[in-house]
């Protein structure tokens, strides 16, 4: 699906937007939020939220997120619909690209400066319940809201990966050849710059 979704608030950062669950049952990743000391869905969503951002040794395995205590808006909340799945709640991946900028990403503007930029096209991931996007990785305080998405569908978990990256880098080149100013800049020019920018937000100020 592509924009936003009809009738549906942007992403929400209240935990308690979630449906809520006592984390029961035999599955491996509800003993290790238990282990952990999440006794809830919502608990271990808030748990999550409050790990540093940061990227994780291998985005294919999401658990990582809890042995390494960091994580990025693609493996926190693949993390978070996998322990969804495994109890059985309505709560979806979902993959949205944004115009990152300063104001709704706190940290990328000095790069995007120094690149002649404004903006840039980025893919983030956040999860879907009950026709609301709900996202435990952003600062309230910190960033404007996320005012619109160039591009949003439902993945799996197991999609974070190479279909990610190449889908976020097909509407990148789509931005590219419609932005004046843009064209002869390569698609590999533009995305080693994104990769700078998410390389500053990983970096403490």
């Known amino acids: ?22 984390l029961a049952g035999g599955g491996a990743l ?16 808030a748990l999550v939220r ?17 042995e390494e205590g960091r994580g990025t808006c693609t493996t926190k909340h693949a993390l978070l619909s996998e322990l969804a799945r495994e109890l059985g709640l309505d709560v979806r991946l979902i993959l949205g690209v944004y115009e990152m900028h300063e104001r709704n990403t706190p940290g990328v503007g000095a790069v995007l ?20 996007r709900v996202d435990v990785t952003r600062e309230v305080d910190a960033a404007e809201p996320i005012a619109g998405f160039l591009h949003e569908e439902p993945i799996a ?13 097909r509407v990148l080149a789509d931005w590219i050849d419609r932005t004046p100013g843009l064209r002869g800049r390569t698609l590999d ?6 990769e700078a920018c998410i390389a500053a937000l990983a970096t403490p100020a």
């Open 1 to 22: 699906m592509t924009g936003s979704m009809a009738g549906a608030p942007l992403l929400s950062e209240d935990v308690a937007a979630l449906p809520e669950a006592p």
């Open 30 to 45: 509800t003993a290790r939020f238990r282990a952990a000391g999440a006794s809830s869905f919502r608990a271990a969503a």
């Open 50 to 66: 409050r790990l540093p951002y940061g990227r994780i040794s291998s985005r294919a395995r999401p658990e990582l997120v809890l």
């Open 113 to 132: 400066a120094l690149h002649g930029l404004s903006v840039m096209p980025e893919a983030h991931c956040y999860l879907q319940t009950a026709g609301r």
């Open 157 to 169: 978990a197991a999609q974070i990966g190479d279909y990610k990256i190449a889908l976020h880098r």
């Open 189 to 194: 020019e533009v995305w080693t710059i994104r």
